[in-house]
């Protein structure tokens, strides 16, 4: 299989483009959703303890479009990774 548009009908090409604009579309009008959700579950921690995880995976499957709920995974993580570091 390849990545190189050059080889791919200009259809293909086309697709390709549109759902990148759609995604980058998608990101830039909730990025900022997304972090709110993402410091709204990080703020939950402490209160459900070791049920925590579970939680936040019950939470990102309902989330839609899966999309989103990727970029709110994307945040919890950055927001893990920056206490962890901050702990060091």
Known sequence: MSFNLANKSF????????????????????????KGEAARMIGEKPRRKGKWAEWVRAELDGMTPPEFANMVRSEINKLMAAASAGKS
């Open 11 to 34: 259809a293909e090409r086309a697709e390709i483009e549109d759902e990148k604009a759609r995604l980058f579309e998608l990101w830039q009008t909730n990025l900022a959703k997304a």
